[in-house]
């Protein structure tokens, strides 16, 4: 008797100390085990006399059953113990700022396309669009660029085949809607095109706006005002702007427009070659020969048409000095517009 009550103030010290479910595991089987001490107990039943017996057991047997609730309840807290300090370890602070996404931003040449594209608008263009991969005979034969002309050095192509090519201007499209309608026409095509060529200032892609407008008694005045106002509008309204005599096949006669230097206002730097002045677009009076190729007849209508690049409009704008930056699609520099 006084064992078993020894046994059990041990048990009960064991259990005091006991912190983690292992610890208890091991008092488990320290104490009610194959080789434990409530086991050993009675075990030994067999060697005490029989008339001692039921009552040695019974007593062995409140002890063992005692430890086991002992240990269960002892196991519970522990158990619910454990699971609250995994939860606060675990636990997810939702307050906490999250990583952020941030939001994306407009292309520049998105933007200044949809600038050049509002200012012809508010004068009475129309927009109209063509393919890109085009037919030679729109791309160059239709504006009096024939096959195995020096003209066509101009351009650097990219041929699909004979017949087919990568448009390399948006001129095209001025053929294409000529043919589909009668004057008065007024109207730009903007787009992407494509040239045989990279370099700080070229790249095998990019936007051009055309610009054409027919009817009768256009002149080269009309041509001059509408320039000089869209190019007021971009740049600012004191930009000087300055026609000079050119070539191009598909107009008669052409002339290159340049704006006066926007970095060292016409004072002559290394960006307009000390000249002081920025070459911005081609234009010149529709090639009669381009209007017979549409069948409209020459003697009644004229016409004028231009095109300008919009990556050379926006690096100007902006003072890009490398037409690469738009498509290399770092977010240092697009993060800047
Ligand atoms: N297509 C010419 C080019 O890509 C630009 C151009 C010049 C367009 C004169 C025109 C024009 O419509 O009249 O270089």
């Known amino acids: 008797m006084d064992d078993l009550k020894e046994l059990r103030k041990q048990f009960l010290l064991h259990l005091g100390r006991a912190e983690d479910s292992s610890q208890l595991q091991n008092l488990r089987s320290r104490y009610l085990g194959k080789k434990g001490e409530i086991t050993g107990l009675l075990k030994s039943l067999t060697s005490m006399p029989p008339a001692d017996r039921p009552a040695a057991g019974k007593e062995i047997n409140e002890l063992k059953d005692f430890i086991e609730n002992q240990l269960n309840r002892h196991l519970q807290k522990i158990h619910s113990r454990e699971i609250e300090g995994r939860i606060q370890k675990e636990s997810i602070d939702v307050t906490l700022p999250g990583p952020g996404s ?7 040449i998105s933007l200044v396309l949809d600038e050049v594209i509002d200012i012809f608008i508010s004068m009475g263009f129309g927009v109209e669009e063509g393919p890109e991969i085009e037919l030679d005979f729109y791309n160059f034969e239709a504006l009096n660029i024939p096959r195995d002309h020096p003209a066509r050095d101009m351009q650097d192509t990219f041929y699909i085949n ?42 095998p892609m990019f936007h051009q706006v055309e610009g054409l407008m027919v009817d009768t008694n256009i002149t ?8 000089e106002s869209f190019l007021h509008s971009v740049f600012t309204p004191d930009t000087p702007v300055r026609f000079r005599p050119s070539y191009f096949p598909f107009t008669e006669p052409s002339a290159e427009v340049d704006i006066g230097c926007i970095f060292c206002k016409g004072s002559g730097c290394r960006i307009c070659k000390t000249t002081g002045w920025i070459e911005i677009l081609g234009s010149g009076m529709v090639n009669p020969k381009v209007f017979k190729m549409v069948g409209y007849n020459p003697r009644k209508y004229t016409g004028f048409a231009f095109g300008m690049g919009i990556e050379r409009i926006t690096m100007l704008k902006y003072g890009i000095d490398d037409i690469r930056l738009f498509y290399e699609n770092d977010l240092r520099f697009l993060g800047q517009f």
């Open 162 to 203: 004979d017949e087919v090519v990568m448009r390399t201007h948006t001129s095209p499209v001025q053929v294409r809607v000529m043919q589909q309608r009668k004057p008065p026409l007024r109207f730009i095509a903007p787009g992407k095109v494509y040239r045989c060529d990279a370099d700080i200032s070229h790249t």
């Open 220 to 227: 080269f005045a009309n041509l001059k005002s509408v320039l």
């Open 102 to 108: 941030e939001i994306g931003g407009r292309h520049p």
